[in-house]
């Protein structure tokens, strides 16, 4: 047997050789030529340039001829696309219809996360098109080789997966390439292999000895070697080698052509369709990205498959009437799989032999539809639609409008029609199937289900709300879904019309919601909490799900604040929101999970490199996210804390990190540094960074439990680094791997992230993306409270390790923090001096004039610490600078658009007396100032963390709501 090499062999004198391995193959030089071109089709994404036209809001579909118009504009033929991308090609399927149509019709009537069916899904293209595009796919067909093909091309390998096909695959080439390493694999496991020869009738009719033996090899192997997904696509390449390693005279002619078969080449033929397919699937993880489809082999017109009302969008395109017989063109198939076909056979819709040999017209083709268009009405919700692709059907000469009789069946059942759309077929895509060949087009006939107003039972999360969350719960309400909406006197059932879902879906203190015998559907956020099973996984508010956990960070707001603030803004998907003190990036992260486009700024370098990682690495293909975060994990593992190791930090940088880590530690820290250059993706190598930051306190000298740098009682000698950082990347692994599992239920695409360094006093940062004139529709943030945090020191180890920054460094960044507590000699007496002359500068609220007037006065007249004396001048520092800030957001917010402050007072001792920092409600007289209107004030429940350094605490937080 020739090696595979000689396959893709083109010069003169290899030709004779390249034609006997086709022959072999069952191949002509043009299937290895169009399997050459499958391979190399083009990437995905040049596929969709240009297919930019999607849905926006369900509201949208509410005017079915407006909807119609629409897809009327749109061009159907698809003359010039390329239909073989990504995994769309792995296997012959008699009459498909091309990707680009359930494409379209998705894009167009469906939104992302919703579900979306297909009754006659063939070979999975409209399953593997609604994963692509971010919804949920659900296919049944009655052909079970349907389930193989769809399942096949709709996961990705995952690399355990990939690895193990790559073994196998190289298992079957040793084998083809001796005769004597056959027989003996065959009579090793002759009493296991006997059991998966099918009982096909007269199969030596239609299957050499040879094929025979290796084909019940192979789907031994396959059954006892294999598993996951990796044994769902050598199922598929063995289902689709039959036809070609059988006597059957081509894919579409059912006829026994008997021929020499040699030994091993049916073998051979499974392992280059193998590694072809391979080739061919190799861009389909980093689009997929652990998303699955549902598949069942079902009959569409006598079985209940789905729940009534829980399907958003059919798309499909059923048999044509007289034409295919797909039990036929598969038979063998089925057979080497497990099945029946003959029972197949007696339930095919639209086969051209039932309808020879029992004479039929067209009436038994509509009469079987018509159970399926009933199953499909009760699955559908209301308002949305079903589109049918079908042909015309042909019997005794008589051709009939197939979308036009099924459009009156439709109707009787309860459909609205909202239409027929035309599209032409090219000439050498017309049927193989004579009664079919005079077709030159198919029709897409338009459905919907009527919409109507239903009542909504609203349900809580499993966890318990606090009052001010209620408050918050029911503004979402009333702005996504309307004033009125609320039932009298039952504040968890709404009135609303079933294209609201989409709004249902966005609310986050709402976690379930259901219609009167309709299918319970999660929102957005309970699913991101706690996954979409039926089971409450946890009756505690999660903060930590997707990367909200990635690093600690002092002082930020929880990220269900954030979501439901940019609710009560209605902020659309697609529109924008700045928080200009960004921190670790919890507006940022909610506005990318909820479709929204966020500004941040912060001039922490840590909290930036954490803001950036949470959201980039969302970015990064799952798949090469793991081999490589694998590979780092093994690189590491070698890592000692014994030897001498050149370290990369500055003489300045290395002693300050000998203070404050053990030798051991830092000598691992110094080769994990290395170790983290070598990583060949940015967003990869800065996430590894934020990890290993992530464990500092737990490996050096400083206390965990203390906010600021203190030192541990007992000094450590060691720490497990290793173990702690492999044990952080693991379980973010697994975090980011449940996260992209959820994406098909993600009811938008992903929003966009700009983040930058930089000073939100200065107009700096605000040019640099141009928000002065963009504009944003909302400002989410929780500005810092005035000397509440002192957040460089808290984190000055990671900023030490990560940025090499040494002590004078990080003072002067500390200094420059809007609220920092330190301050120099010099600037506190120039600040005392404009509070003794009345020049407060650019403040204008009267209570922080006040506020600083009474300190200033108390300190003065008493015999105080530096500290208290430096009190007045530091709160006339963060009052103006807070000031700056507002002036700056009044240039970047449209008009009627959102701020939001979550900001919190405290209190301080002035000459023996306690004195409250009202900031909330300075910060209301400075946006009055602004021009702003006060919407509303929600107090805010403050719970203390236990740590060091609470007695000037936050004592109460509040959101504070303007409008521009």
Same mark, same amino acid.
């Given at each position: 047997?020739?090696?595979?090499?000689?396959?893709?062999?083109?010069?003169?004198?290899?030709?004779?050789?390249?034609?006997?391995?086709?022959?072999?193959?069952?191949?002509?030089?043009?299937?290895?030529?169009?399997?050459?071109?499958?391979?190399?089709?083009?990437?995905?994404?040049?596929?969709?340039?240009?297919?930019?036209?999607?849905?926006?809001?369900?509201?949208?579909?509410?005017?079915?001829?407006?909807?119609?118009?629409?897809?009327?504009?749109?061009?159907?033929?698809?003359?010039?696309?390329?239909?073989?991308?990504?995994?769309?090609?792995?296997?012959?399927?008699?009459?498909?219809?091309?990707?680009?149509?359930?494409?379209?019709?998705?894009?167009?009537?469906?939104?992302?996360?919703?579900?979306?069916?297909?009754?006659?899904?063939?070979?999975?293209?409209?399953?593997?098109?609604?994963?692509?595009?971010?919804?949920?796919?659900?296919?049944?067909?009655?052909?079970?080789?349907?389930?193989?093909?769809?399942?096949?091309?709709?996961?990705?390998?995952?690399?355990?997966?990939?690895?193990?096909?790559?073994?196998?695959?190289?298992?079957?080439?040793?084998?083809?390439?001796?005769?004597?390493?056959?027989?003996?694999?065959?009579?090793?496991?002759?009493?296991?292999?006997?059991?998966?020869?099918?009982?096909?009738?007269?199969?030596?009719?239609?299957?050499?000895?040879?094929?025979?033996?290796?084909?019940?090899?192979?789907?031994?192997?396959?059954?006892?070697?294999?598993?996951?997904?990796?044994?769902?696509?050598?199922?598929?390449?063995?289902?689709?080698?039959?036809?070609?390693?059988?006597?059957?005279?081509?894919?579409?002619?059912?006829?026994?052509?008997?021929?020499?078969?040699?030994?091993?080449?049916?073998?051979?033929?499974?392992?280059?369709?193998?590694?072809?397919?391979?080739?061919?699937?190799?861009?389909?993880?980093?689009?997929?990205?652990?998303?699955?489809?549902?598949?069942?082999?079902?009959?569409?017109?006598?079985?209940?498959?789905?729940?009534?009302?829980?399907?958003?969008?059919?798309?499909?395109?059923?048999?044509?009437?007289?034409?295919?017989?797909?039990?036929?063109?598969?038979?063998?198939?089925?057979?080497?799989?497990?099945?029946?076909?003959?029972?197949?056979?007696?339930?095919?819709?639209?086969?051209?032999?039932?309808?020879?040999?029992?004479?039929?017209?067209?009436?038994?083709? +509509?009469? $079987?539809? &018509?159970?399926?268009?009933?199953?499909?009405?009760?699955? =559908?919700?209301?308002? /949305?639609?079903? %589109?049918? @692709?079908?042909?015309?059907?042909?019997?005794?000469?008589?051709?009939?409008?197939?979308?036009?009789?099924?459009?009156?069946?439709?109707?009787?059942?309860?459909?609205?029609?909202?239409?027929?759309?035309?599209?032409? +077929?090219? $000439?050498? &895509?017309?049927?193989?199937?004579?009664?079919?060949?005079? =077709?030159?087009?198919? /029709?897409?006939? %338009?459905? @919907?289900?009527?919409?109507?107003?239903?009542?909504?039972?609203?349900?809580?999360?499993?966890?318990?709300?606090?009052?001010?969350?209620?408050?918050?719960?029911?503004?979402?309400?009333?702005?996504?879904?309307?004033?009125?909406?609320?039932?009298?006197?039952?504040?968890?059932?709404?009135?609303?019309?079933?294209?609201?879902?989409?709004?249902?879906?966005?609310?986050?203190?709402?976690?379930?919601?259901?219609?009167?015998?309709?299918?319970?559907?999660?929102?957005?956020?309970?699913?991101?909490?706690?996954?979409?099973?039926?089971?409450?996984?946890?009756?505690?508010?999660?903060?930590?799900?997707?990367?909200?956990?990635?690093?600690?960070?002092?002082?930020?707001?929880?990220?269900?604040?954030?979501?439901?603030?940019?609710?009560?803004?209605?902020?659309?998907?697609?529109?924008?929101?700045?928080?200009?003190?960004?921190?670790?990036?919890?507006?940022?992260?909610?506005?990318?999970?909820?479709?929204?486009?966020?500004?941040?700024?912060?001039?922490?370098?840590?909290?930036?490199?954490?803001?950036?990682?949470?959201?980039?690495?969302?970015?990064?293909?799952?798949?090469?996210?793991?081999?490589?975060?694998?590979?780092?994990?093994?690189?590491?593992?070698?890592?000692?804390?014994?030897?001498?190791?050149?370290?990369?930090?500055?003489?300045?940088?290395?002693?300050?990190?000998?203070?404050?880590?053990?030798?051991?530690?830092?000598?691992?820290?110094?080769?994990?540094?290395?170790?983290?250059?070598?990583?060949?993706?940015?967003?990869?190598?800065?996430?590894?960074?934020?990890?290993?930051?992530?464990?500092?306190?737990?490996?050096?000298?400083?206390?965990?439990?203390?906010?600021?740098?203190?030192?541990?009682?007992?000094?450590?000698?060691?720490?497990?680094?290793?173990?702690?950082?492999?044990?952080?990347?693991?379980?973010?692994?697994?975090?980011?791997?449940?996260?992209?599992?959820?994406?098909?239920?993600?009811?938008?695409?992903?929003?966009?992230?700009?983040?930058?360094?930089?000073?939100?006093?200065?107009?700096?940062?605000?040019?640099?993306?141009?928000?002065?004139?963009?504009?944003?529709?909302?400002?989410?943030?929780?500005?810092?409270?005035?000397?509440?945090?002192?957040?460089?020191?808290?984190?000055?180890?990671?900023?030490?390790?990560?940025?090499?920054?040494?002590?004078?460094?990080?003072?002067?960044?500390?200094?420059?923090?809007?609220?920092?507590?330190?301050?120099?000699?010099?600037?506190?007496?120039?600040?005392?001096?404009?509070?003794?002359?009345?020049?407060?500068?650019?403040?204008?609220?009267?209570?922080?004039?006040?506020?600083?007037?009474?300190?200033?006065?108390?300190?003065?007249?008493?015999?105080?610490?530096?500290?208290?004396?430096?009190?007045?001048?530091?709160?006339?520092?963060?009052?103006?600078?807070?000031?700056?800030?507002?002036?700056?957001?009044?240039?970047?917010?449209?008009?009627?658009?959102?701020?939001?402050?979550?900001?919190?007072?405290?209190?301080?001792?002035?000459?023996?007396?306690?004195?409250?920092?009202?900031?909330?409600?300075?910060?209301?007289?400075?946006?009055?100032?602004?021009?702003?209107?006060?919407?509303?004030?929600?107090?805010?429940?403050?719970?203390?963390?236990?740590?060091?350094?609470?007695?000037?605490?936050?004592?109460?937080?509040?959101?504070?709501?303007?409008?521009?």
């Amino acid at each position: 047997m020739k090696s595979k090499r000689l396959v893709i062999e083109t010069t003169d004198g290899q030709k004779q050789n390249l034609e006997k391995i086709l022959v072999n193959q069952g191949k002509t030089l043009t299937d290895w030529f169009n399997d050459k071109v499958e391979e190399e089709a083009a990437p995905y994404l040049t596929v969709q340039e240009g297919n930019n036209t999607q849905l926006r809001q369900l509201a949208d579909l509410s005017n079915t001829s407006e909807v119609f118009e629409k897809l009327q504009k749109e061009d159907w033929d698809f003359t010039k696309e390329d239909t073989n991308y990504l995994s769309h090609n792995i296997h012959p399927y008699p009459a498909k219809y091309i990707p680009q149509i359930p494409n379209k019709i998705i894009r167009l009537l469906s939104l992302p996360g919703e579900r979306v069916f297909d009754p006659f899904g063939g070979s999975g293209t409209t399953a593997l098109e609604a994963l692509l595009l971010s919804r949920q796919a659900f296919s049944a067909d009655l052909n079970p080789i349907s389930s193989i093909i769809g399942q096949a091309k709709c996961k990705a390998l995952s690399k355990e997966e990939e690895d193990d096909l790559r073994v196998f695959s190289n298992t079957i080439y040793l084998l083809f390439q001796n005769p004597d390493n056959i027989s003996y694999a065959l009579q090793q496991h002759l009493t296991d292999i006997q059991g998966y020869i099918p009982p096909v009738p007269n199969i030596e009719k239609w299957f050499h000895l040879h094929a025979i033996e290796e084909l019940s090899y192979l789907r031994w192997a396959i059954e006892t070697k294999s598993s996951g997904a990796g044994k769902i696509l050598a199922l598929s390449v063995f289902s689709k080698i039959i036809t070609r390693v059988s006597y059957q005279d081509g894919e579409t002619r059912y006829a026994s052509k008997p021929r020499d078969v040699d030994r091993g080449a049916t073998l051979f033929i499974f392992y280059t369709e193998l590694e072809s397919t391979l080739r061919k699937i190799v861009q389909l993880p980093s689009h997929l990205r652990y998303k699955n489809a549902r598949f069942v082999v079902a009959n569409s017109s006598t079985e209940k498959i789905l729940d009534d009302n829980s399907i958003d969008l059919v798309v499909t395109s059923p048999p044509y009437p007289n034409t295919t017989d797909y039990h036929l063109y598969h038979r063998f198939r089925i057979f080497w799989l497990g099945h029946d076909p003959r029972e197949m056979a007696k339930m095919e819709i639209g086969s051209h032999l039932r309808h020879q040999k029992a004479n039929t017209d067209i009436e038994e083709y +509509l009469f $079987e539809m &018509k159970g399926c268009l009933k199953n499909v009405f009760n699955c =559908l919700r209301h308002g /949305r639609y079903a %589109v049918f @692709v079908v042909g015309d059907g042909i019997y005794k000469g008589k051709q009939f409008d197939t979308a036009v009789l099924l459009e009156g069946i439709a109707k009787e059942i309860g459909f609205i029609s909202a239409g027929i759309l035309d599209r032409n +077929l090219p $000439e050498h &895509k017309r049927s193989f199937v004579s009664p079919a060949r005079r =077709l030159s087009a198919e /029709r897409l006939l %338009v459905l @919907v289900k009527p919409n109507m107003t239903q009542k909504f039972n609203l349900a809580l999360p499993p966890y318990r709300l606090w009052p001010y969350e209620q408050e918050l719960r029911k503004l979402e309400i009333k702005t996504l879904l309307g004033d009125k909406v609320i039932v009298p006197g039952k504040p968890d059932l709404a009135m609303v019309s079933s294209l609201s879902i989409d709004q249902l879906k966005r609310l986050t203190f709402t976690h379930e919601f259901s219609a009167t015998q309709s299918w319970k559907e999660k929102s957005w956020q309970a699913i991101l909490e706690n996954g979409e099973g039926t089971e409450i996984k946890s009756k505690r508010k999660e903060p930590k799900y997707v990367t909200h956990g990635l690093h600690p960070y002092k002082g930020k707001f929880y990220p269900q604040l954030a979501r439901s603030l940019t609710n009560i803004a209605h902020i659309k998907w697609g529109q924008s929101v700045l928080d200009p003190f960004c921190g670790s990036g919890t507006v940022l992260l909610e506005s990318y999970l909820n479709g929204i486009h966020s500004y941040g700024f912060d001039i922490n370098p840590l909290a930036l490199k954490i803001a950036k990682s949470k959201t980039a690495i969302l970015s990064v293909d799952p798949f090469l996210s793991e081999k490589l975060l694998l590979k780092f994990i093994e690189d590491i593992r070698s890592v000692k804390g014994s030897g001498k190791n050149k370290s990369p930090f500055e003489e300045g940088v290395q002693d300050e990190l000998q203070a404050w880590f053990p030798e051991k530690v830092l000598n691992k820290l110094i080769q994990i540094h290395a170790i983290i250059n070598e990583v060949p993706n940015v967003q990869l190598l800065e996430f590894i960074e934020v990890c290993l930051s992530s464990i500092v306190r737990e490996i050096s000298q400083q206390d965990p439990k203390d906010l600021r740098i203190r030192r541990r009682k007992d000094p450590i000698q060691d720490a497990p680094v290793i173990e702690l950082l492999e044990r952080k990347i693991k379980n973010q692994l697994e975090r980011l791997k449940s996260f992209f599992q959820k994406c098909s239920s993600m009811p938008c695409a992903p929003g966009t992230t700009d983040i930058s360094l930089g000073d939100c006093r200065t107009e700096e940062p605000f040019k640099k993306f141009d928000l002065f004139a963009k504009k944003v529709d909302a400002v989410i943030t929780s500005p810092p409270y005035a000397t509440a945090l002192p957040y460089i020191d808290t984190d000055r180890l990671s900023i030490l390790l990560l940025f090499g920054k040494k002590s004078k460094d990080r003072a002067a960044l500390e200094k420059d923090l809007i609220g920092a507590r330190e301050i120099t000699n010099t600037e506190r007496k120039a600040f005392e001096l404009l509070i003794a002359a009345g020049d407060f500068g650019g403040t204008k609220s009267k209570v922080a004039i006040d506020t600083i007037k009474k300190v200033y006065t108390l300190n003065n007249d008493e015999d105080v610490g530096f500290r208290r004396r430096n009190m007045a001048a530091l709160l006339y520092r963060y009052y103006d600078d807070m000031s700056k800030v507002f002036v700056n957001l009044n240039k970047a917010v449209k008009e009627n658009g959102s701020l939001f402050f979550v900001i919190g007072d405290n209190k301080t001792s002035a000459g023996g007396e306690d004195v409250n920092i009202q900031s909330g409600k300075i910060l209301v007289e400075m946006g009055k100032k602004e021009g702003w209107k006060l919407e509303s004030i929600i107090p805010i429940t403050v719970t203390q963390e236990n740590k060091i350094n609470n007695k000037n605490g936050i004592t109460e937080n509040e959101i504070i709501w303007f409008r521009r």
